[in-house]
């Protein structure tokens, strides 16, 4: 029997609902629209994520799974997990904490940056062998990627919490924060995630397909 991966990467998503899915991405692609391009990167950062050495892969949901998340799990054989947590923040917490719990690290990534790939992860893994944690920067203030490995699972809360999501400030901020908790951090290069229409044009155009 092939021994278990030490780590876990907890692969955050939307269940994919009509309306409730890329709402900025909305406006100019229409809900419908928006629901297909969310679809279309969800299935791609699976293909891209799912068989990962040295981690074991989990897909983490906002809510409880439709067809769609159960089809996903099925081809590509990830467990099906639900986040929980009053907001982002506790929501990662508690991914990681329950990760860490049966590893020696944890990752959470989401599935609208293209950048993270296998190359990404394994600088991740590799960052997390002499720090306690590592970050992937956006170039919007945020940050794509969160790793955290067992040593600092007792600090890691006051990472996440009372941060404004959404704004420029995030990584900031968390940088702040892991100082003030004695952490090392790796951070990798930036990457970008996809929020606007624009964003959705660079996507089309980096993965060299029309939309559809």
Same mark, same amino acid.
């Given at each position: ?26 406006? /100019? ?5 928006? +629901?297909? %391009? ?20 989990? +897909? ?12 996903w799990a099925g081809e590509w054989s990830v467990p099906l997990r639900v986040q929980q947590g009053h907001d982002l /923040? ?33 600088? %991740? +893994?590799?960052?997390? /062998? ?10 919007? /203030? ?11 699972r007792a600090r890691l809360r006051v990472l996440f919490e009372g941060i404004e999501w959404g704004t420029s400030g ?43």
């Amino acid at each position: 029997m092939k021994p278990a991966p030490p780590g876990r990467l907890c692969i955050f998503t939307r269940v994919p609902v009509l309306g409730g899915v890329k709402q900025r991405l909305a406006a /100019g692609l229409g809900a419908e629209g928006a +629901l297909e %391009a969310h679809t279309r990167l969800v299935e791609d950062a699976l293909a891209r994520l799912a068989a990962v050495p040295g981690v074991a892969s989990e +897909l983490w949901l906002d809510n409880c799974p439709d067809s769609a998340a159960r089809r996903w799990a099925g081809e590509w054989s990830v467990p099906l997990r639900v986040q929980q947590g009053h907001d982002l /923040g506790a929501r990662m917490a508690h991914a990681l904490e329950t990760s860490l719990d049966q590893g020696s690290l944890a990752l959470v990534v989401g599935t609208d940056c293209p950048g993270i790939d296998t190359g990404y992860l394994s600088a %991740a +893994l590799s960052g997390l /062998g002499d720090h306690d944690l590592v970050l992937g920067p956006a170039e919007d /203030g945020g940050y794509g990627l969160v790793g955290v490995r067992k040593a600092a699972r007792a600090r890691l809360r006051v990472l996440f919490e009372g941060i404004e999501w959404g704004t420029s400030g995030v990584l900031e901020a968390t940088l702040r924060r892991a100082a003030a908790a004695d952490l090392s951090v790796s951070l990798l290069p930036p990457i970008w995630d996809v929020d606007t229409p624009e964003d959705w044009q660079r996507y089309l155009a980096l993965r060299g397909g029309a939309e559809g």
